[in-house]
């Protein structure tokens, strides 16, 4: 077929589809196309989804969110079904969530996950109260995810790190939104990955209830959880995850990482950086085993051999690291020189060619 004329004129212009509710048409029914009421077993929606551009064999994804009126998520449910070719009447049912007392509202959106490019996604969006009006929800938008900080045993790890057979893991959950305040574990899930023969290993779900989870909510939103297994790990190279969201139902980036147990009692590393040092430097000591030793200390001690410094501190099975910043232990500032520290009170024996001394450079 050949074409005659403007050659800037396109049969079909449009490279991506564009898909939209069509405006006033979103729908809330009860079970069987009634009105929806308390009684109401599910919650039927309906909506005609309009694609203004090119045609798509992918299937849209539609979210659907139910609110309370003060802004509280009560239920969210996403379904996957084929693309309107142009124009097509969809249907979504739910069940209905029948603690909800008043008017709540629903919010969809499509193509949440953002698997179709489209011309356009700022119409992408609808909402309708179970009232059947398309207003404004009567509650300020939050669309700001929590944060999630995991610490074992007191102190933030490193992937890999070695931690104690039994470690006690805190878990804060930090939200802005002063207005939902969390109050149990609800939107937060702890997964453990334990060392299996056949890989990929299997995640297991963690338990929140019982004697093992602790929690805390604080008036700031700061929600704190701490876990503890029943019993010990065994060795082996193990993953956590912990994964939520807040009462908008927003989600937080996920927290991962993996960590290593070993029962054998042993020194495995030992040093100081940067070295030579100015301002400051770090001793580090990094021990496995069920339980730390009871002192554990690093000692510097001066050219003529006399002790300058003693560094302590609550020891664990893991990191353990001490700052130093070229003080003596009556607060003076130590002159530029070399200096020998030990490992004082580690009491387990030494991997490889770890070494318990060692010579630091203070370089003012």
């Keep these: 077929m050949t074409l005659q004329g403007d050659p800037a004129v396109s049969v079909f212009p449009f490279p991506n589809p564009d898909f939209a509710f069509g405006t006033g048409t979103l ?9 929806l009421t308390a009684g109401s077993d599910s919650v039927t929606i309906s909506a005609v989804v309009i694609n203004y551009g090119r045609v798509t064999n992918r299937p849209l994804t539609v979210r659907i969110r139910r609110y309370a009126a003060n802004g509280r998520l009560l239920r969210e449910e996403q379904f996957s079904q084929p693309a309107p070719l142009y124009a097509d009447t969809l249907h979504w049912r739910l069940p209905n969530d029948r603690p909800a007392t008043g008017e709540t509202y629903f919010d969809l959106l499509l193509d949440p996950d953002n698997r179709i490019t489209e011309g356009s996604e700022l119409n992408n969006k609808a909402n309708i109260s179970t009232a059947g009006q398309h207003t404004a929800f009567p509650f300020p938008a939050d669309l700001t995810p929590p944060l999630i900080e995991v610490a074992f045993d007191g102190q933030r790890i490193g992937d890999g790190d070695v931690v104690a057979p039994r470690p006690l893991i805190d878990v804060l959950v930090q ?6 305040l969390r109050t149990d574990t609800t ?4 997964y453990l990955q334990r060392p299996c023969l056949a890989e990929p290993c299997p995640y297991e779900r963690l338990s929140l209830q019982g004697n093992t989870v602790r929690w805390t909510a604080g008036s700031d939103n700061a929600f704190r959880l701490s876990y503890q297994p029943t019993a010990l790990l065994t060795d082996g190279r193990y993953a956590f995850v912990a994964v939520g969201s807040d009462l908008s139902g927003n989600r937080a980036t996920p927290y991962q990482i993996h960590f290593m147990v070993k029962t054998t ?3 495995i590393s030992a040093g100081v950086y940067p070295n030579p040092f100015a301002g400051q430097t770090r001793f580090f000591v990094s021990l496995t085993g069920q339980t730390p030793p009871a002192n554990l200390s690093i000692r510097i001690v001066d050219h ?7 560094l302590r501190g609550s020891a664990r099975v893991g990191l353990n690291e001490w700052l130093w910043d070229g003080t003596s232990d009556a607060g003076a500032v130590l002159p530029t020189g070399l200096y020998t520290y030990s490992v004082v009170g580690a009491d387990r024996p030494l991997a490889g060619d770890v070494r318990l001394t060692g010579h630091i450079i203070l370089n003012r």
């Design 187 to 190: 939107g937060l899930e702890l």
């Design 265 to 267: 009692p042993e020194l």
């Design 27 to 35: 729908r809330v029914r009860g079970t069987n196309g009634d009105s």
């Design 304 to 310: 003529a051999g006399r002790t300058v410094r003693t």
């Design 175 to 180: 939200d802005e939104n002063t207005r939902l």
